[in-house]
């Protein structure tokens, strides 16, 4: 494969969400740690993540629109958190970041289908990235404090299937929690926490991973599928959920991952099929109505953080 363009940003790219109303632009989250004792900065990698916590280090980010081309667009800076993920909806032109202070940023995106006319024409970018609304975890105990406990937010999806009357997030916690919200216009309700969602060794470890289950094609709405979720955590472990039974996971995998769960996509044409990729350099593909054994692996050979798009035969 070769290389065709490239740019170069002031911030370590983290994240990349394609825009599915416009196919010539995509946004790009970033994610920066400054450390203050010595002025440095370093990459975006897991393990800084989750090591640097110290009062001396500062965390920036921003949210990018980029189009083919590789022109920045738009850029809103975000002062005082890194963006660890990003998910843009299509049906209700929301991107939702995933905050590395503990908070989610929700933008609504304008749809423009002549924005690359207008930038040509007139020579100026049109914004597509306004004042965000923002949600902060808070201490259920005293909701005038955030709480700081649950520390980075490292993973965040959309509903598919969620009514058209409100939206339905995911997201989940360097501290082993998964949070659902629903979201009515302006308003943010919390639905559902589970806390201690993976262990190792009787120690929470981080969630890297929260996805609904389901898939575009799917009716709206598709009570079934619309309730079911999964997790992966730093304890090798895949685990289904159904919201509507929260207590405990529906369906655990222990044994198919070598090391941590970081990521998970449904398959865009089948509501049963999904993959995970792991520390372990290993893609797999499984069936939600089996999950104890993959029906297929693949072996990249090189460290394999994120397993997008796949095709079925």
Known sequence: MNITKEITLDQHPCSIETFSENEKLFFCGNYQLYEQNNGDSKAGELGSFLTSNSENNQRKGSVM???????????????SAGVLDMKYSPNCSKLACALSNSSLAIFDIKKDSNISSLISETGTKPSLLEEPLLFQVKDEENCSESYSNEGLILSVDWNKLSS???????????????????????????????????????????????????????????????????????DCCLRLWDQRIPERPIALNKTSHTAGVTSAQWCFSNNNIFATGSYDETIRIFDDRNIKIPVNEYHTGTLNYNCYYFHIK
Do not use: A, M
């Open 164 to 234: 058209s009357s409100y939206q339905q997030l995911i997201f989940s916690t360097q501290n082993s929690s998964v949070f659902i919200l629903d979201i009515h216009n302006e308003r943010i309700d919390t639905k559902l926490v589970i806390r201690e969602t993976h262990k190792l060794c009787g120690e929470i470890v981080p969630v890297w991973i929260s996805c609904f289950g389901g898939s575009q094609n799917e009716e709206e709405g598709n009570n079934s599928f619309s309730n079911i979720f999964l997790t992966g955590g730093d």
């Open 65 to 79: 629109v980029i189009n083919n081309q590789l022109d920045i667009i738009d850029n809103y800076s975000i002062p």
